[in-house]
Protein backbone atom coordinates (compact mmCIF):
# COMPACT_ATOMS: atom_id res chain seq x y z
CA UNK A 1 0.00 0.00 0.00
CA UNK A 2 0.93 3.51 -1.33
CA UNK A 3 0.11 6.03 1.69
CA UNK A 4 -0.43 10.33 0.78
CA UNK A 5 -0.54 12.21 4.18
CA UNK A 6 -2.06 15.42 3.83
CA UNK A 7 -1.50 17.73 6.83
CA UNK A 8 -1.82 21.34 7.58
CA UNK A 9 0.69 24.35 9.26
CA UNK A 10 -0.30 27.74 10.35
CA UNK A 11 -3.78 28.09 10.68
CA UNK A 12 -6.81 25.68 10.40
CA UNK A 13 -9.53 25.60 7.55
CA UNK A 14 -6.75 25.88 4.86
CA UNK A 15 -9.05 23.51 2.43
CA UNK A 16 -7.10 20.66 3.14
CA UNK A 17 -10.24 18.12 2.69
CA UNK A 18 -10.68 19.68 -0.93
CA UNK A 19 -6.58 19.43 -1.39
CA UNK A 20 -6.68 15.72 0.00
CA UNK A 21 -9.78 15.10 -1.95
CA UNK A 22 -8.48 16.67 -5.24
CA UNK A 23 -4.88 14.75 -5.02
CA UNK A 24 -7.01 11.89 -4.58
CA UNK A 25 -9.15 12.74 -7.94
CA UNK A 26 -5.64 13.47 -10.02
CA UNK A 27 -4.10 10.02 -9.14
CA UNK A 28 -7.77 8.37 -10.20
CA UNK A 29 -6.90 10.28 -13.37
CA UNK A 30 -3.89 8.73 -14.35
CA UNK A 31 -5.27 5.12 -13.49
CA UNK A 32 -4.65 4.54 -10.16
CA UNK A 33 -7.38 2.92 -7.56
CA UNK A 34 -7.26 5.46 -4.68
CA UNK A 35 -9.03 5.15 -1.23
CA UNK A 36 -9.12 7.97 1.65
CA UNK A 37 -8.88 8.17 5.29
CA UNK A 38 -9.61 11.24 7.62
CA UNK A 39 -8.13 11.82 11.12
CA UNK A 40 -9.85 14.08 13.85
CA UNK A 41 -8.17 14.74 16.63
CA UNK A 42 -10.90 15.34 18.92
CA UNK A 43 -12.08 13.16 21.77
CA UNK A 44 -15.38 12.60 20.61
CA UNK A 45 -16.03 8.74 19.12
CA UNK A 46 -17.63 10.38 16.07
CA UNK A 47 -19.31 13.28 15.01
CA UNK A 48 -22.68 12.83 15.27
CA UNK A 49 -23.50 14.54 18.83
CA UNK A 50 -21.55 17.59 17.41
CA UNK A 51 -23.57 20.77 16.92
CA UNK A 52 -23.40 21.70 13.23
CA UNK A 53 -22.53 24.95 14.52
CA UNK A 54 -19.16 23.31 16.09
CA UNK A 55 -17.95 21.22 13.10
CA UNK A 56 -20.35 21.68 10.08
CA UNK A 57 -22.69 18.72 9.05
CA UNK A 58 -22.71 15.45 10.05
CA UNK A 59 -21.98 13.51 6.67
CA UNK A 60 -23.77 10.25 7.13
CA UNK A 61 -22.60 6.73 5.03
CA UNK A 62 -24.26 3.97 3.91
CA UNK A 63 -22.95 1.98 7.15
CA UNK A 64 -24.65 4.19 9.14
CA UNK A 65 -21.41 6.10 10.10
CA UNK A 66 -21.57 9.56 10.98
CA UNK A 67 -18.50 11.39 10.19
CA UNK A 68 -16.68 14.38 9.27
CA UNK A 69 -18.04 16.66 6.29
CA UNK A 70 -14.45 16.16 4.31
CA UNK A 71 -15.63 12.22 4.07
CA UNK A 72 -18.22 13.83 2.01
CA UNK A 73 -16.14 15.55 -0.17
CA UNK A 74 -14.07 12.36 -0.56
CA UNK A 75 -16.97 10.32 -1.50
CA UNK A 76 -18.21 13.51 -3.95
CA UNK A 77 -14.81 13.60 -5.94
CA UNK A 78 -13.65 10.40 -6.02
CA UNK A 79 -17.16 8.58 -6.67
CA UNK A 80 -16.50 6.43 -3.77
CA UNK A 81 -18.39 4.51 -1.06
CA UNK A 82 -16.75 4.72 2.49
CA UNK A 83 -17.15 3.36 5.47
CA UNK A 84 -17.48 4.60 9.80
CA UNK A 85 -13.59 3.32 10.01
CA UNK A 86 -12.39 5.31 7.33
CA UNK A 87 -12.54 8.09 10.19
CA UNK A 88 -10.45 7.90 12.39
CA UNK A 89 -11.24 10.20 16.12
CA UNK A 90 -9.05 10.27 19.59
CA UNK A 91 -12.10 8.84 20.81
CA UNK A 92 -12.42 5.69 18.70
CA UNK A 93 -8.68 5.03 18.76
CA UNK A 94 -8.92 5.30 23.42
CA UNK A 95 -12.09 3.47 23.34
CA UNK A 96 -10.51 0.48 21.43
CA UNK A 97 -7.59 0.51 23.89
CA UNK A 98 -9.48 0.74 26.81
CA UNK A 99 -11.59 -1.74 25.61
CA UNK A 100 -8.63 -3.88 25.20
CA UNK A 101 -7.36 -3.22 28.30
CA UNK A 102 -10.20 -4.14 30.25
CA UNK A 103 -10.27 -7.11 28.93
CA UNK A 104 -6.63 -8.36 29.60
CA UNK A 105 -5.22 -8.20 26.18
CA UNK A 106 -2.27 -6.35 27.12
CA UNK A 107 -0.89 -8.99 30.08
CA UNK A 108 -0.31 -6.83 32.97
CA UNK A 109 2.11 -4.17 31.02
CA UNK A 110 1.48 -0.11 31.89
CA UNK A 111 -0.67 0.38 28.87
CA UNK A 112 1.09 4.00 27.34
CA UNK A 113 0.30 6.41 24.52
CA UNK A 114 3.76 4.70 22.92
CA UNK A 115 3.68 1.79 22.15
CA UNK A 116 -0.47 1.59 22.87
CA UNK A 117 -2.20 4.19 21.46
CA UNK A 118 0.29 5.04 18.54
CA UNK A 119 0.45 0.72 17.39
CA UNK A 120 -3.78 1.34 17.33
CA UNK A 121 -3.59 4.31 15.00
CA UNK A 122 -1.06 2.58 12.85
CA UNK A 123 -3.01 -0.54 12.51
CA UNK A 124 -6.10 1.00 12.24
CA UNK A 125 -5.06 2.80 9.33
CA UNK A 126 -3.13 -0.24 7.72
CA UNK A 127 -6.62 -2.55 8.25
CA UNK A 128 -8.99 0.30 6.44
CA UNK A 129 -6.47 1.09 3.83
CA UNK A 130 -7.15 -2.20 2.05
CA UNK A 131 -11.10 -2.27 2.17
CA UNK A 132 -12.03 -1.28 -1.09
CA UNK A 133 -14.30 1.22 -1.80
CA UNK A 134 -14.88 1.84 -5.14
CA UNK A 135 -17.36 -1.55 -6.14
CA UNK A 136 -14.20 -3.78 -6.92
CA UNK A 137 -12.06 -6.38 -5.62
CA UNK A 138 -8.76 -6.17 -3.95
CA UNK A 139 -7.36 -3.50 -2.11
CA UNK A 140 -6.27 0.36 -3.76
CA UNK A 141 -3.13 1.55 -5.05
CA UNK A 142 -2.79 4.74 -2.67
CA UNK A 143 -4.17 5.61 0.22
CA UNK A 144 -4.88 8.90 0.73
CA UNK A 145 -4.80 10.35 4.31
CA UNK A 146 -5.86 13.60 5.97
CA UNK A 147 -4.97 14.94 9.30
CA UNK A 148 -7.35 16.98 10.94
CA UNK A 149 -6.17 19.86 12.88
CA UNK A 150 -3.07 22.28 12.76
CA UNK A 151 0.67 21.26 13.34
CA UNK A 152 1.76 21.57 16.86
CA UNK A 153 -1.69 21.08 18.40
CA UNK A 154 -1.42 18.86 21.44
CA UNK A 155 -4.19 16.70 21.13
CA UNK A 156 -2.46 15.51 17.09
CA UNK A 157 0.57 14.52 18.79
CA UNK A 158 0.20 10.93 19.01
CA UNK A 159 -1.24 10.51 15.48
CA UNK A 160 1.97 12.47 14.28
CA UNK A 161 4.07 9.65 16.24
CA UNK A 162 1.92 7.08 14.74
CA UNK A 163 2.57 8.51 11.30
CA UNK A 164 5.98 8.81 11.74
CA UNK A 165 6.44 5.62 12.80
CA UNK A 166 4.30 4.46 9.31
CA UNK A 167 6.35 5.88 7.23
CA UNK A 168 9.78 4.36 8.47
CA UNK A 169 7.55 0.87 9.22
CA UNK A 170 6.36 1.47 5.02
CA UNK A 171 9.86 2.71 3.49
CA UNK A 172 10.12 6.13 1.24
CA UNK A 173 8.74 4.52 -1.55
CA UNK A 174 5.43 3.87 0.14
CA UNK A 175 5.13 7.19 1.53
CA UNK A 176 4.87 11.01 0.60
CA UNK A 177 3.86 13.46 2.83
CA UNK A 178 2.08 17.01 1.03
CA UNK A 179 2.00 19.92 3.88
CA UNK A 180 -0.89 22.64 3.37
CA UNK A 181 0.07 25.83 4.25
CA UNK A 182 -1.09 29.38 4.19
CA UNK A 183 1.22 32.25 2.21
CA UNK A 184 -0.44 35.38 3.72
CA UNK A 185 0.09 39.34 2.31
CA UNK A 186 0.38 41.75 4.64
CA UNK A 187 -1.70 44.72 3.37
CA UNK A 188 0.88 47.48 4.25
CA UNK A 189 3.56 45.64 2.75
CA UNK A 190 2.16 43.59 0.18
CA UNK A 191 4.24 40.96 0.14
CA UNK A 192 4.19 37.14 -0.12
CA UNK A 193 5.10 36.24 3.79
CA UNK A 194 7.01 32.71 3.46
CA UNK A 195 8.23 32.88 7.66
CA UNK A 196 4.88 31.36 8.88
CA UNK A 197 4.98 28.36 6.79
CA UNK A 198 9.16 27.66 7.74
CA UNK A 199 7.84 27.57 11.05
CA UNK A 200 5.16 24.89 10.70
CA UNK A 201 7.51 22.78 8.33
CA UNK A 202 10.48 23.17 11.13
CA UNK A 203 7.27 22.02 13.78
CA UNK A 204 6.70 19.06 11.58
CA UNK A 205 10.16 18.26 11.03
CA UNK A 206 11.22 18.36 14.63
CA UNK A 207 8.09 15.59 15.35
CA UNK A 208 10.14 13.52 12.51
CA UNK A 209 8.43 13.94 9.69
CA UNK A 210 10.04 15.95 6.44
CA UNK A 211 7.61 17.25 3.48
CA UNK A 212 7.83 16.25 0.04
CA UNK A 213 5.56 18.38 -1.57
CA UNK A 214 4.01 22.05 -0.02
CA UNK A 215 0.74 22.80 -1.00
CA UNK A 216 0.87 26.50 -0.08
CA UNK A 217 -2.67 28.24 -0.17
CA UNK A 218 -2.67 32.07 -1.62
CA UNK A 219 -5.20 34.61 -2.66
CA UNK A 220 -3.14 34.95 -5.26
CA UNK A 221 -0.23 32.82 -7.84
CA UNK A 222 2.71 32.61 -6.11
CA UNK A 223 5.66 34.43 -7.41
CA UNK A 224 8.32 32.38 -8.38
CA UNK A 225 10.80 34.40 -5.71
CA UNK A 226 8.51 33.35 -3.15
CA UNK A 227 9.14 29.44 -4.34
CA UNK A 228 12.43 30.01 -4.39
CA UNK A 229 12.51 30.96 -0.79
CA UNK A 230 10.36 28.42 0.22
CA UNK A 231 12.29 26.02 -1.13
CA UNK A 232 15.09 27.32 0.06
CA UNK A 233 14.34 27.53 3.32
CA UNK A 234 11.67 24.36 3.73
CA UNK A 235 13.98 21.99 2.15
CA UNK A 236 11.59 20.91 -0.37
CA UNK A 237 12.44 21.22 -4.20
CA UNK A 238 10.81 23.89 -6.33
CA UNK A 239 8.99 21.83 -8.46
CA UNK A 240 7.66 19.80 -5.90
CA UNK A 241 5.94 23.73 -4.19
CA UNK A 242 2.40 23.38 -5.55
CA UNK A 243 0.22 26.81 -5.36
CA UNK A 244 -3.53 26.42 -4.45
CA UNK A 245 -4.57 29.70 -4.93
CA UNK A 246 -7.98 31.15 -5.16
CA UNK A 247 -10.09 30.10 -7.98
CA UNK A 248 -13.57 30.43 -9.26
CA UNK A 249 -14.82 26.81 -7.81
CA UNK A 250 -13.56 23.70 -6.01
CA UNK A 251 -14.00 21.74 -9.21
CA UNK A 252 -10.76 23.51 -10.54
CA UNK A 253 -8.22 22.40 -8.35
CA UNK A 254 -7.48 18.94 -9.56
CA UNK A 255 -6.77 20.96 -12.65
CA UNK A 256 -4.59 23.53 -10.85
CA UNK A 257 -2.98 20.39 -9.26
CA UNK A 258 -2.31 18.52 -13.03
CA UNK A 259 -1.20 21.39 -14.32
CA UNK A 260 1.87 21.89 -11.54
CA UNK A 261 2.56 18.54 -12.39
CA UNK A 262 1.87 17.40 -9.30
CA UNK A 263 1.10 14.21 -10.20
CA UNK A 264 4.45 13.47 -11.29
CA UNK A 265 5.90 14.48 -7.91
CA UNK A 266 4.07 12.15 -6.05
CA UNK A 267 4.11 9.32 -8.58
CA UNK A 268 8.19 9.58 -7.82
CA UNK A 269 7.95 9.87 -4.67
CA UNK A 270 6.14 6.54 -4.69
CA UNK A 271 7.55 4.89 -7.30
CA UNK A 272 4.11 4.30 -9.42
CA UNK A 273 5.46 6.16 -12.32
CA UNK A 274 5.76 2.87 -14.44
CA UNK A 275 2.51 2.13 -13.37
CA UNK A 276 0.52 5.22 -13.99
CA UNK A 277 -0.92 6.71 -17.17
CA UNK A 278 -0.95 10.80 -17.97
CA UNK A 279 -4.31 12.03 -15.97
CA UNK A 280 -7.65 12.04 -18.48
CA UNK A 281 -9.47 14.87 -16.58
CA UNK A 282 -11.44 15.73 -19.48
CA UNK A 283 -14.59 15.31 -17.62
CA UNK A 284 -13.45 17.83 -15.03
CA UNK A 285 -12.42 20.75 -17.09
CA UNK A 286 -15.47 20.51 -19.05
CA UNK A 287 -17.22 20.69 -15.45
CA UNK A 288 -15.45 23.19 -14.51
CA UNK A 289 -15.32 25.81 -17.30
CA UNK A 290 -18.82 24.95 -17.63
CA UNK A 291 -20.01 26.29 -14.57
CA UNK A 292 -17.70 29.60 -14.68
CA UNK A 293 -19.56 30.50 -18.05
CA UNK A 294 -23.26 29.53 -16.33
CA UNK A 295 -24.98 33.25 -16.79
CA UNK A 296 -28.42 32.22 -15.79
CA UNK A 297 -29.55 31.31 -12.43
CA UNK A 298 -32.38 30.05 -9.89
CA UNK A 299 -33.12 31.63 -6.47
CA UNK A 300 -33.97 29.09 -4.34
CA UNK A 301 -34.72 29.85 -0.09
CA UNK A 302 -33.44 27.65 2.26
CA UNK A 303 -35.14 27.74 5.23
CA UNK A 304 -33.02 26.20 8.09
CA UNK A 305 -32.02 26.38 11.95
CA UNK A 306 -28.05 26.59 11.40
CA UNK A 307 -28.13 29.76 8.36
CA UNK A 308 -25.32 31.06 10.47
CA UNK A 309 -22.81 28.74 9.03
CA UNK A 310 -23.13 27.52 6.00
CA UNK A 311 -21.05 24.33 6.19
CA UNK A 312 -23.70 23.28 8.46
CA UNK A 313 -25.85 22.28 5.28
CA UNK A 314 -22.09 21.84 2.89
CA UNK A 315 -24.02 17.94 0.81
CA UNK A 316 -27.53 20.12 0.15
CA UNK A 317 -25.59 23.07 -1.20
CA UNK A 318 -23.80 20.53 -2.98
CA UNK A 319 -26.91 19.18 -4.45
CA UNK A 320 -28.07 22.10 -4.98
CA UNK A 321 -25.11 22.76 -7.43
CA UNK A 322 -25.05 19.22 -8.94
CA UNK A 323 -28.39 19.49 -9.83
CA UNK A 324 -28.22 23.02 -10.95
CA UNK A 325 -25.48 22.59 -13.43
CA UNK A 326 -27.24 18.97 -14.30
CA UNK A 327 -29.82 22.16 -15.87
CA UNK A 328 -27.31 24.74 -16.86
CA UNK A 329 -28.20 27.14 -14.07
CA UNK A 330 -26.20 28.27 -11.03
CA UNK A 331 -27.66 28.16 -7.97
CA UNK A 332 -28.53 31.61 -6.07
CA UNK A 333 -29.38 30.11 -2.19
CA UNK A 334 -31.31 32.73 -0.32
CA UNK A 335 -30.68 31.78 3.41
CA UNK A 336 -33.33 32.42 5.37
CA UNK A 337 -33.17 31.61 9.60
CA UNK A 338 -36.39 29.82 10.24
CA UNK A 339 -37.16 31.81 13.33
CA UNK A 340 -37.31 35.43 11.32
CA UNK A 341 -39.96 34.04 9.80
CA UNK A 342 -42.08 33.78 12.92
CA UNK A 343 -45.02 36.38 14.51
CA UNK A 344 -42.68 36.87 17.36
CA UNK A 345 -39.83 38.17 15.47
CA UNK A 346 -42.22 40.55 13.74
CA UNK A 347 -41.93 41.84 17.39
CA UNK A 348 -38.72 41.38 18.30
CA UNK A 349 -37.08 42.16 14.95
CA UNK A 350 -39.26 43.39 12.45
CA UNK A 351 -36.57 44.50 10.04
CA UNK A 352 -35.33 40.67 10.21
CA UNK A 353 -38.79 39.51 9.97
CA UNK A 354 -39.90 41.73 6.90
CA UNK A 355 -36.56 40.41 5.04
CA UNK A 356 -37.49 37.36 5.58
CA UNK A 357 -40.65 36.87 4.03
CA UNK A 358 -39.71 39.49 1.28
CA UNK A 359 -36.88 36.89 0.56
CA UNK A 360 -38.95 33.87 0.78
CA UNK A 361 -41.89 35.23 -1.20
CA UNK A 362 -38.57 36.02 -4.47
CA UNK A 363 -37.65 32.77 -4.30
CA UNK A 364 -38.38 30.21 -7.36
CA UNK A 365 -38.66 26.97 -4.88
CA UNK A 366 -38.32 26.07 -1.31
CA UNK A 367 -36.23 23.95 0.49
CA UNK A 368 -36.47 22.97 4.06
CA UNK A 369 -33.41 20.41 5.73
CA UNK A 370 -32.89 18.22 8.38
CA UNK A 371 -32.58 19.66 12.20
CA UNK A 372 -33.23 18.60 15.88
CA UNK A 373 -35.01 20.59 18.37
CA UNK A 374 -37.75 22.76 18.55
CA UNK A 375 -35.86 26.16 17.78
CA UNK A 376 -37.33 27.49 14.14
CA UNK A 377 -40.10 25.22 13.88
CA UNK A 378 -42.81 27.72 13.54
CA UNK A 379 -40.81 29.19 10.95
CA UNK A 380 -40.50 26.26 9.09
CA UNK A 381 -44.46 25.29 9.02
CA UNK A 382 -45.29 28.66 7.78
CA UNK A 383 -42.76 28.03 4.92
CA UNK A 384 -44.35 24.88 4.08
CA UNK A 385 -47.92 26.64 4.54
CA UNK A 386 -46.51 29.65 1.63
CA UNK A 387 -45.29 26.88 -0.44
CA UNK A 388 -48.16 24.35 -0.37
CA UNK A 389 -50.79 27.10 -0.53
CA UNK A 390 -49.03 29.17 -3.46
CA UNK A 391 -48.53 26.43 -5.80
CA UNK A 392 -44.64 26.84 -5.14
CA UNK A 393 -42.32 23.58 -5.52
CA UNK A 394 -41.41 22.36 -2.14
CA UNK A 395 -38.67 20.11 -0.88
CA UNK A 396 -38.23 19.14 3.03
CA UNK A 397 -36.17 17.13 3.96
CA UNK A 398 -35.99 14.62 7.00
CA UNK A 399 -36.80 17.38 9.90
CA UNK A 400 -38.85 19.31 6.52
CA UNK A 401 -40.92 16.41 5.38
CA UNK A 402 -41.80 15.64 9.31
CA UNK A 403 -42.83 20.08 9.21
CA UNK A 404 -44.59 19.45 6.31
CA UNK A 405 -47.35 16.70 7.96
CA UNK A 406 -47.45 18.97 11.18
CA UNK A 407 -48.41 21.90 8.58
CA UNK A 408 -50.99 20.00 6.94
CA UNK A 409 -52.29 18.92 10.29
CA UNK A 410 -52.67 22.10 11.80
CA UNK A 411 -54.10 23.78 8.40
CA UNK A 412 -55.68 21.48 6.52
CA UNK A 413 -57.42 18.42 9.48
CA UNK A 414 -57.90 21.35 12.18
CA UNK A 415 -55.78 19.71 14.40
CA UNK A 416 -54.61 23.18 16.01
CA UNK A 417 -52.39 21.05 18.76
CA UNK A 418 -51.23 18.67 16.11
CA UNK A 419 -47.59 18.69 16.96
CA UNK A 420 -44.22 16.09 16.85
CA UNK A 421 -43.62 14.45 20.44
CA UNK A 422 -39.69 15.41 20.16
CA UNK A 423 -41.52 19.70 20.52
CA UNK A 424 -44.66 18.47 22.63
CA UNK A 425 -44.73 15.16 24.44
CA UNK A 426 -48.02 16.31 25.66
CA UNK A 427 -49.79 16.64 22.02
CA UNK A 428 -53.39 15.65 21.43
CA UNK A 429 -52.45 14.96 17.76
CA UNK A 430 -49.17 12.83 18.10
CA UNK A 431 -48.71 13.08 14.10
CA UNK A 432 -44.84 12.58 14.48
CA UNK A 433 -43.81 9.83 16.66
CA UNK A 434 -40.39 8.43 18.66
CA UNK A 435 -39.24 5.66 16.43
CA UNK A 436 -39.03 2.43 17.96
CA UNK A 437 -35.30 1.56 16.92
CA UNK A 438 -33.44 4.53 18.92
CA UNK A 439 -32.45 4.55 22.30
CA UNK A 440 -34.26 7.57 24.52
CA UNK A 441 -31.41 8.03 27.16
CA UNK A 442 -28.14 8.06 24.98
CA UNK A 443 -27.41 10.36 21.93
CA UNK A 444 -24.48 8.66 19.84
CA UNK A 445 -25.47 6.05 17.35
CA UNK A 446 -28.75 5.38 18.44
CA UNK A 447 -30.77 6.88 15.31
CA UNK A 448 -32.03 4.89 12.36
CA UNK A 449 -29.05 5.83 10.65
CA UNK A 450 -27.35 4.57 7.03
CA UNK A 451 -28.72 3.48 3.59
CA UNK A 452 -32.13 1.64 3.97
CA UNK A 453 -34.41 0.79 1.40
CA UNK A 454 -37.20 2.17 0.11
CA UNK A 455 -40.34 0.97 -2.09
CA UNK A 456 -42.03 3.33 -4.50
CA UNK A 457 -45.62 2.48 -4.43
CA UNK A 458 -46.71 3.63 -7.50
CA UNK A 459 -45.51 4.12 -10.64
CA UNK A 460 -47.79 7.40 -11.19
CA UNK A 461 -46.06 9.70 -8.44
CA UNK A 462 -43.34 12.35 -8.93
CA UNK A 463 -40.98 11.02 -7.07
CA UNK A 464 -41.11 7.41 -9.11
CA UNK A 465 -41.09 9.31 -11.96
CA UNK A 466 -38.06 11.11 -10.79
CA UNK A 467 -35.90 8.10 -10.06
CA UNK A 468 -36.78 5.64 -13.32
CA UNK A 469 -38.25 2.54 -13.48
CA UNK A 470 -36.64 1.34 -10.02
CA UNK A 471 -39.16 -0.39 -8.01
CA UNK A 472 -37.53 0.85 -5.06
CA UNK A 473 -34.30 3.26 -3.99
CA UNK A 474 -31.32 3.09 -1.13
CA UNK A 475 -31.03 6.29 0.54
CA UNK A 476 -29.42 7.24 3.54
CA UNK A 477 -31.72 8.12 7.46
CA UNK A 478 -30.74 10.06 9.86
CA UNK A 479 -33.81 10.44 12.38
CA UNK A 480 -35.08 9.82 15.76
CA UNK A 481 -38.73 10.18 15.00
CA UNK A 482 -41.00 9.52 12.36
CA UNK A 483 -44.58 9.88 10.57
CA UNK A 484 -47.44 8.17 13.28
CA UNK A 485 -48.80 5.34 11.12
CA UNK A 486 -51.95 5.67 12.87
CA UNK A 487 -52.59 8.86 11.20
CA UNK A 488 -51.99 7.97 7.84
CA UNK A 489 -55.21 7.36 6.34
CA UNK A 490 -56.79 10.52 7.69
CA UNK A 491 -53.67 12.75 6.19
CA UNK A 492 -54.26 10.62 2.79
CA UNK A 493 -58.00 11.47 2.75
CA UNK A 494 -57.52 14.66 2.94
CA UNK A 495 -55.25 15.24 0.21
CA UNK A 496 -51.88 14.49 1.46
CA UNK A 497 -50.23 11.10 -0.15
CA UNK A 498 -47.50 8.48 1.02
CA UNK A 499 -45.79 7.30 -2.16
CA UNK A 500 -43.05 5.74 -0.64
CA UNK A 501 -42.51 3.33 2.53
CA UNK A 502 -40.01 1.13 4.06
CA UNK A 503 -40.28 -2.90 3.71
CA UNK A 504 -42.36 -3.10 6.55
CA UNK A 505 -44.80 -0.82 5.15
CA UNK A 506 -44.77 1.22 8.89
CA UNK A 507 -42.63 3.90 8.16
CA UNK A 508 -43.34 6.87 6.00
CA UNK A 509 -40.63 7.71 3.82
CA UNK A 510 -41.89 9.98 0.80
CA UNK A 511 -45.02 12.04 1.00
CA UNK A 512 -46.25 14.43 -2.07
CA UNK A 513 -49.21 16.72 -2.36
CA UNK A 514 -50.96 15.31 -5.90
CA UNK A 515 -52.54 18.92 -6.92
CA UNK A 516 -49.40 20.42 -6.30
CA UNK A 517 -46.69 20.97 -9.00
CA UNK A 518 -44.21 19.31 -6.71
CA UNK A 519 -44.67 19.20 -2.76
CA UNK A 520 -42.18 16.39 -1.92
CA UNK A 521 -41.46 15.62 1.73
CA UNK A 522 -38.63 12.86 2.21
CA UNK A 523 -37.27 11.24 5.46
CA UNK A 524 -34.65 10.49 4.40
CA UNK A 525 -31.50 12.57 3.29
CA UNK A 526 -30.70 12.13 -1.09
CA UNK A 527 -28.10 15.24 -0.63
CA UNK A 528 -25.60 12.10 0.57
CA UNK A 529 -25.20 10.71 -2.29
CA UNK A 530 -25.35 12.98 -4.87
CA UNK A 531 -22.52 13.32 -7.07
CA UNK A 532 -20.87 16.15 -10.30
CA UNK A 533 -22.44 14.52 -12.97
CA UNK A 534 -25.46 12.74 -11.32
CA UNK A 535 -27.33 14.65 -9.58
CA UNK A 536 -30.02 13.66 -7.17
CA UNK A 537 -33.13 12.55 -8.53
CA UNK A 538 -35.21 14.76 -5.57
CA UNK A 539 -32.91 17.38 -6.21
CA UNK A 540 -33.14 17.90 -9.56
CA UNK A 541 -36.97 17.85 -9.36
CA UNK A 542 -36.93 20.40 -7.59
CA UNK A 543 -35.08 22.75 -9.88
CA UNK A 544 -36.98 21.77 -12.87
CA UNK A 545 -40.12 22.56 -11.07
CA UNK A 546 -38.65 25.82 -10.09
CA UNK A 547 -38.07 26.50 -14.08
CA UNK A 548 -41.69 25.46 -14.85
CA UNK A 549 -39.35 22.34 -16.95
CA UNK A 550 -40.66 19.10 -14.64
CA UNK A 551 -43.36 18.04 -16.69
CA UNK A 552 -41.11 17.95 -20.34
CA UNK A 553 -38.31 16.22 -18.20
CA UNK A 554 -40.51 13.47 -17.06
CA UNK A 555 -42.39 12.93 -20.55
CA UNK A 556 -38.45 12.79 -21.79
CA UNK A 557 -38.06 10.00 -19.28
CA UNK A 558 -41.01 8.10 -20.00
CA UNK A 559 -40.28 8.35 -24.03
CA UNK A 560 -36.84 7.31 -23.25
CA UNK A 561 -37.88 4.51 -21.28
CA UNK A 562 -40.47 3.23 -23.65
Known amino acids: MKYVLITGGVVSGLGKGVTASSIGVVLKACGLRVTSIKIDPYLNIDAGTMSPFEHGEVFVLDDGGEVDLDLGNYERFLDVTLTKDNNITTGKIYQSVLEKERKGDYLGKTVQVVPHITDAIRNWIESVAVIPVDGNEGPADVCVIELGGTVGDIESMPFIEALRQLSFQVGPDNFCLIHVSLIPVLGVVGEQKTKPTQHSVRELRALGLTPHLLASRSAEPLLESTKEKLSQFCHVPVNNILNIHDVPNIWHIPLLLRNQNAHDSILQQLNLVSRATSPDLQQWTEMAESYDNLTESVRIAMVGKYVGLTDSYLSVVKALLHACVARSLRPSIDWIAASDLEDDSAQSTPEAHAAAWKTLKSAACVLVPGGFGDRGVRGMMLAAKYARENNVPYLGICLGMQISVIEFARSVLGWERANSIEFDAQTPNPVVIFMPEGSRTHMGSTMRLGSRRTLLLTRDSITSKLYGSSEYVDERHRHRYEVNPDVIE ?73
Open 490 to 562: TLEEAGLKFVGKDESGKRMEILEHPSHPYYVGVQFHPEFKSRPGRPSALFLGLILAATGKLETHISSIHENGS
